[in-house]
């Protein structure tokens, strides 16, 4: 292993710390995924597919805490870049006041970069861990150069951009090969558009007490079988069905949600008017008591610098001052960088 190294950059200076990471004995079940839907509103939702029983655990929603932060950084770096450009239509480039402005935007962009890989990290991190936690051998994403996008405003296509590069998928890559976990991709078409309990055709509708059809609504309706969901937990369940079926959506196996030997349903949040938390049919939304609830991860992600407050916890880091509301405790071994 090689000496510790400074190189100096535009950004300052860095220390490269090279690192040996222990092999690790990792227990994985056979034709068991995670599969994962990425989203603009929330990161990521993820689901475990077995390919023998079906849907085993609850859907896990990632959305990171700095995901706000990120939407105000960008907003207001694309204001001065406004302000800069309207400057230089009045010649105005030479002066202090442009000098000033330039600084600043220059500023809040390398900010705006470092929160995003930032997040994209912690979002790799936690798709990896999970994927430890239930045995899975692969990851399962869509492939994203074959998304359709929706119509959006500039915000949120950039924010789509972002995950579109592929950046999260290289950085879930490495991070999975280091524990032995295989990273797969699918073709999208059809995830969002296809029941996973019966296999039959549904329709995105505007919400759980509106199935108007809605192109891009954020919920699913199926009228074959009475199945509500979350539109993304739908996507999410697909991308595992379309792999583990290898072939097209329409022949992909149904599956079911079975945890702990019981058939269990996700209920939807009591919120009135929020959007439901996973797959429930009409017969089954009594079971209030069901385990298949939704378990946000926002409270995982890191939100300080690197290096001033980092727990080591299994393939990912976690700031000491952060908590979770899983349950579950992360191996050790820290996968960073």
Not at 42 to 49: G, S
């Amino acid at each position: 292993m090689g000496a510790p190294t400074v190189h100096q950059s535009e950004h300052g200076y860095t220390l490269d710390m090279p690192v040996e990471i222990p092999a690790q004995d990792i227990e994985t079940t056979e034709n068991r995924v995670l599969s994962a839907d990425l989203g603009v509103k929330k990161q990521a939702t993820a689901v475990v597919v077995d390919g023998d029983n079906g849907q085993i655990a609850p859907p896990e929603i990632i959305d990171h805490s700095s995901k706000q932060k990120l939407s105000r950084l960008t907003t207001e770096a694309d204001h001065l870049d406004d302000w800069l450009a309207a400057l230089r239509h009045d010649g105005k480039a030479h002066t202090d006041r442009f000098k000033h402005l330039h600084n600043e935007y220059e500023y809040l962009r390398q900010k705006e970069t470092r929160l995003r890989n930032q997040i994209q990290h912690d979002v790799a991190n936690q798709l990896v861990w999970l994927a430890l936690q239930y045995g899975c051998e692969t990851i399962v994403f869509e492939s994203l150069g074959q998304i359709e996008l929706p119509d959006v405003d500039g915000t949120l296509a950039h924010s789509i951009s972002t995950w579109a590069r592929g950046d999260l998928l290289d950085l879930a890559e490495y991070k999975a090969e280091l524990v032995g976990v295989i990273v797969e991709s699918v073709n999208p078409w059809g995830t969002s558009r296809f029941c996973p309990r019966c296999g039959d055709r549904g329709e995105t509708v505007k919400a759980p007490d509106d199935h108007t059809e809605c192109r891009h609504g954020g919920h699913f309706h199926c009228e074959s079988c009475g199945s509500e969901c979350d539109r993304d937990v739908v996507g999410a369940i697909n991308v595992g069905r379309k792999y583990l079926s290898d072939s097209t959506m329409e022949k992909a196996k149904p599956v079911a949600y079975i945890e702990a030997g019981n058939h269990a349903s996700c209920p939807s949040p009591a919120v009135e008017g929020a959007r439901s938390s996973g797959v429930q049919s009409t017969a089954e939304q009594q079971q209030d008591s069901a385990s298949g609830c939704q378990t946000r991860l926002a409270r995982h992600c890191a939100t300080g610098k690197r290096g001033e407050s980092e727990m080591e916890m299994g393939g990912l880091h976690q700031n000491q001052n952060q908590s979770s509301n899983t349950g579950r405790q992360l191996p050790s071994g820290s996968i960073t960088r």
